[in-house]
């Protein structure tokens, strides 16, 4: 339900509200995220995958399981398919451009989780080839990620084990005092919290700006609102990476990526099956794999990600958005949005 009135001075003062509740409620996240990672004595790449990916992917949770829900489970595929695409070809290349160094990758997690993501990637899209994702398929994805959120944990705790205890005191004691653990997930929940209030009002400011200066609903959705429900993953990867933590942003950025496909889908379908259309099997599933692929072998290339390949990720979602918008829009052909909000 959109919340603003069509009027141009206020969306465009809500906007500009919006842009700043987006970028300290993502200073609030990094910084309780990195805090806790070095507390607990865990990479930040790790702190990534798990907890702030599940806090940034909300938003696409809530919109994909309430609309399949009400009937309209095909926007969850569209809404997964979309979050992906955007977070790694225009979330993590803007973090990679932004960042003061370059951001270096933790191999031992990289090859583990990089493996899985794109295994994932292709079940879904072979679930696909049929015409439906059903109830089957959708508990068998929630099935992989409970097995590999229980992986994860058992790993890091073998090899967390295996490091030496006063190396692990040794860097509690420099980065967290005694009795800052509270303030320091406080200011994470606080974070999450603005993230998700932020994200609302500024598809909401947007969206109706769009209208007022005519600019037609299918590019809308193709544009603002396609990365609408990616802008806690977008500024999290923001403000982390320019504050150093290009780990934790890449952490975030494939984690949401195994969420969108186990969690959104799995849990959507599980509510009401999926039928996929045939655009979305031809052209959403391929280019977002292709998008996956190429953004895990620049990752893997060195295990560095230089700012020549947050460039050539941005020019595929520039690429991926102009094709979107020329099928779709100038051609008419036959496609659900990739992404779509309930707002």
């Known amino acids: 339900m959109n919340i603003l009135p069509p009027n141009v001075f206020l969306n465009s003062l809500v906007m500009g509200v919006s842009f700043f509740i987006l970028a300290k409620s993502a200073d609030f996240l990094v910084d309780g ?5 070095e507390r607990l004595g865990v990479p930040k ?20 399981v309430l609309a399949a829900i009400q009937g309209h489970p095909e926007i969850a595929l569209g809404n997964a398919i979309g979050s992906v695409i955007a977070d790694d070809a225009f979330a993590l290349a ?53 097995g590999y959120l229980t992986a994860v944990v058992i790993n890091e705790q073998k090899h967390r084990n295996r490091r030496k205890k006063e190396e692990i005191g040794q860097e509690l004691k420099e980065h967290i005092k005694p009795g800052k653990t509270a303030l320091q997930v406080l200011r994470f929940l606080a974070g999450v919290a603005g993230l ?57 950025i494939i984690g949401a990526d195994i969420l969108n496909i186990l969690w959104i889908v799995g849990a959507a379908s599980l509510a009401n099956p999926i039928t996929v259309e045939k655009s ?30 947050g460039v050539v990720l941005l020019s595929m979602y520039l690429l991926f958005l102009a094709s979107s918008i020329y099928l779709f829009y100038f051609k008419g052909i036959e496609m659900v949005p990739l992404q779509t909000t309930g707002v």
């Open 196 to 252: 998700l209030i932020g994200s609302e009002l500024l598809i909401n400011s947007s969206t109706n700006l769009a209208r007022e200066f005519g600019v037609p609903e299918s590019v809308i959705g193709l544009t603002m609102i396609a990365l609408g429900t990616s802008l806690p993953e977008i500024a999290t990867c923001y403000v982390a990476s320019r504050k150093g933590h290009g780990d934790l942003a890449l952490g975030d």
């Open 94 to 146: 803007l973090g990679i451009l932004v960042a003061p160094t370059v951001i270096i990758v933790d191999s031992r997690i990289l090859k583990s989780a990089g493996i899985f993501l794109i295994s994932i990637d292709v079940i879904a899209f072979l679930f696909s080839l049929n015409g439906t994702i059903g109830r089957v398929e959708g508990a068998f994805l929630i099935i992989l990620l409970i």
């Open 45 to 64: 790449m790790i702190i990534g995958i798990v907890l702030v990916a599940f806090a940034t992917t909300s938003p696409e949770f809530t919109v994909s």
């Open 33 to 37: 995220a990195t805090a806790i990672a």
């Open 280 to 309: 979305v099997v031809f052209f959403a599933f391929p280019t977002m794999i292709v998008i996956v692929l190429t953004m895990l072998l620049f990752a893997r290339i060195g295990y560095k990600l230089h700012k020549w390949k």
